[in-house]
């Protein structure tokens, strides 16, 4: 049998970190994934589908520490269904992708956050090591749209 996911989808908020009562970090995700499509009226219709994800161990940090909102993800894993209990005892179900990969899309700087980029790039008013590419050179490649939907409207992100 097989229980396999893949996606590759922008963050809705920054990770949430916590740990187990052993001590072993986890690392909560909200990955959204956009779809696009005509229907039937010829209307373009616009859909985004939200995935929780769990990340484990000292991936769960590097997300935590690494991770924004916006930033582009490939997670790799596999579905899980927890069952709970509410407040009121009732019980609850939640399907959410046990990540056994979390890799990062983005290039540094890419998420708008042009200070961290800075702050990455300046030790105590020192450059760091002169092998580290230019921000200039950052802003020339491009690597194109993480999404076909995002070819046109780069600028607007769903959260």
Same mark, same amino acid.
């Given at each position: =049998?097989?229980?396999?996911?893949?996606?590759?989808?922008?963050?809705?908020?920054?990770?949430?970190?916590?740990?187990?009562?052993?001590?072993?970090?986890?690392?909560?995700?909200?990955?959204?994934? !956009?779809?696009?499509?005509? !229907?039937?009226?010829?209307?373009?219709?616009?859909?985004?589908?939200?995935?929780? /994800?769990? /990340?484990?161990?000292? $991936?769960?940090?590097?997300?935590?520490?690494?991770?924004?909102?916006?930033?582009? /993800?490939?997670?790799?894993?596999?579905? &899980?269904?927890?069952?709970?209990?509410?407040? $009121?005892? &009732? !019980?609850?179900?939640?399907?959410?992708?046990?990540?056994?990969?979390?890799?990062?899309? !983005?290039?540094?700087? %890419?998420?708008?956050?042009?200070?961290?980029? *800075? %702050?990455? $790039? =300046?030790?105590?008013?020192?450059?760091?090591?002169? #092998?580290?590419?230019?921000? $200039? #050179?950052? &802003?020339?490649?491009?690597?194109?749209?993480?999404?076909?939907? *995002?070819?046109?409207?780069?600028?607007?992100?769903?959260?």
């Amino acid at each position: =049998m097989l229980n396999k996911v893949m996606i590759i989808g922008r963050l809705g908020r920054d990770p949430e970190l916590r740990y187990t009562q052993s001590g072993a970090p986890v690392a909560s995700l909200n990955v959204a994934t !956009d779809e696009s499509y005509t !229907d039937r009226d010829g209307n373009k219709v616009d859909r985004t589908e939200w995935h929780r /994800v769990s /990340v484990f161990q000292r $991936q769960a940090e590097n997300c935590a520490n690494y991770l924004a909102k916006g930033s582009l /993800v490939y997670v790799e894993g596999s579905l &899980q269904t927890r069952k709970w209990q509410d407040q $009121q005892g &009732q !019980d609850r179900y939640t399907t959410e992708i046990k990540a056994n990969r979390v890799q990062f899309l !983005d290039r540094k700087g %890419d998420r708008g956050d042009s200070a961290a980029f *800075e %702050d990455d $790039q =300046m030790a105590g008013g020192q450059k760091k090591s002169a #092998h580290e590419p230019s921000r $200039q #050179h950052l &802003q020339d490649e491009d690597i194109g749209p993480a999404f076909p939907s *995002e070819a046109s409207t780069m600028d607007k992100v769903p959260f």
